[in-house]
């Protein structure tokens, strides 16, 4: 009975040494570091070799638009992460003190699906001087028979990207949280101390405040640093919904990047270095003031009287979660009507024709369609099986190491990210070819099912193993008869994310592609410059549709088993 155990357990515990794991252990293990690893650090120093030449800093320095895009970059950035976290914190609060958090986060997944430039196109059509709020206002507000000169969208201050990426952030930040919150023991655990500091004298959202609050959030520093590091550096929102004159530096060093003089080129990148010292520079900063307010914490007084002002946030908070879904629902309604609208004069409220044309050019794209699926369903069965495979073999000292090199795509600026992976893709000669897009996906997408799935992979109940062991059953039987089957529900989740990070991907997938391997993303985003509503909305709905239907697959495939309670005869009660 002691030797199965023993061989069960001798996998990747947090005191193995890599000394005493078995020789096929250890190469497995280097295997997986060098297949994502190498290919990494190749791109990222790739990209810095171009990136930081001198005279590509002379022609960034010397550039007139530089001062001004750095301050949107700066103002945008900034506004909207400091504003999803302290919005998500509300909503957070609010929904573990009404112990309503899992019904309020049913339509997350929804919003996680809906890419990025999806949401944006969405939200012009809705906000534009000629969208569909204006057209529902003009006949008792605003009286207009032509589209009025607001600058409600590409506005010159940014709120509208501000208000796109919180949109867009505030989802992800709670799926986050939610993930954390799905474990038992520390759920009850919480929930235990948040009721003992009410018998203290605490109100029900000042425990939060003062107990799980600062338990949850550092467990959030990774994600709120890559939705600064997003914020910062996105290209594919910014070219849609952002300033156009000036443009964030994101898109200036983008615009930059796809001019013909290499010097041009060269400062392309080196505006990708600038952002990226950014983002290190704020990331510092704001660990740093984590660390200052943790030390406040331990100062913070007793409990206020009976008068809390923090009740006031309730109804707050209650309000932003229904315009949040509001707001949600209205950019995919819009974008439904705008794909089916023929001729749309203004003022009107609704097209005086409805036309399939856009989805039949759709239909008729067959390989942008087949491009997008193959990709996405490649990249996210490569991540998730990357993922699982580090995930059991390696020690716990090693992912503690190792994880934030992983993370390195999700915080490096996709303009200077590309230029690594575009150089990389020259040398193995995979330039323009589906293979070469598949393995920039694939490092993109990587980190995102790392981390949709750590947690509850790491939380796994050891004794199931140890009582499979005592059963006398091998490491291969468990895995897949116990292990594997009750992770399925994470397991079908990180897919279903790895597969809406694939489809988001707009920055590799052109530069890689070289323009030949065209995209669901790519198509929405260049079409979203010209004046075909249809088609773009078409377009935008269909990357919608990829990724939520994936999502509803992963729910239906990680639903919970049904066990028999009347076993037949000859037959012992196990899962159907």
Known sequence: MDSPLRRLTAVAGPGRTLRRLPTWHRLSLWLLILSA?????????????????????????????????????????????????????????????????????????????????????????????????????????TGFDFPPPWPTTQDPWGLSLILALCAKEIPFLLWVAASQLQREDTRRRWQAEHALAQTLGYSPRQAFWRVVWPQLSPRLAWPALAVLAYSLTVVDMALVIGPASPPTLAVLSWQWLQDADPLTGRQGAAAGALLLLLVAGLGGLGRLTGRLHARRRMHWPGPKPPGDPTRRKGCAAITLLWLLRGLYAAVLLALGIGSVAGLWPFPAVWPSALTTEAWLTVWQSSSTLGNSLSLGLASAALGLLWSVAWLELAPRSWDTRLRPLLYASMLMPGVLWVIGLHALSLQLGMDGQWPGVLGAHVLMVLPYVLLALATAYQDFDARHAQLAASLGHGRWYFLWRVKWPLLQRALASAFAVGFAVSMAQYLPTLYVGAGRLNTVTTEAVTLAAGAQRSLTSAYAWLQWCLPVLVFALAAWAGRPRVFSTRPTSGQHIGMT
Do not use: K, N, Y
């Not at 650090?41 to 320095?61: E, I």
């Not at 909207?80 to 509300?90: D, E, F, M």
């Open 37 to 141: 690893g190498l290919p990494m650090v190749w791109a990222a120093m790739a990209a810095l070799r171009q990136a930081l030449l001198p005279a590509a800093w002379l022609a960034l320095l010397a550039d007139a638009q530089l001062s001004a895009a750095l301050v949107l970059t700066l103002w945008t950035g900034l506004a909207s992460t400091v504003l999803s976290w302290g919005l998500t914190a509300c909503l957070l609060s609010e929904g573990f003190v009404r112990q309503q958090l899992p019904r309020w986060l049913r339509a997350v997944p929804v919003m996680l699906a809906t890419p990025h430039a999806a949401f944006a196109i969405g939200l012009v059509f809705l906000l534009s001087p000629s969208g569909w709020l204006v057209r529902l206002l003009s006949p008792w507000l």
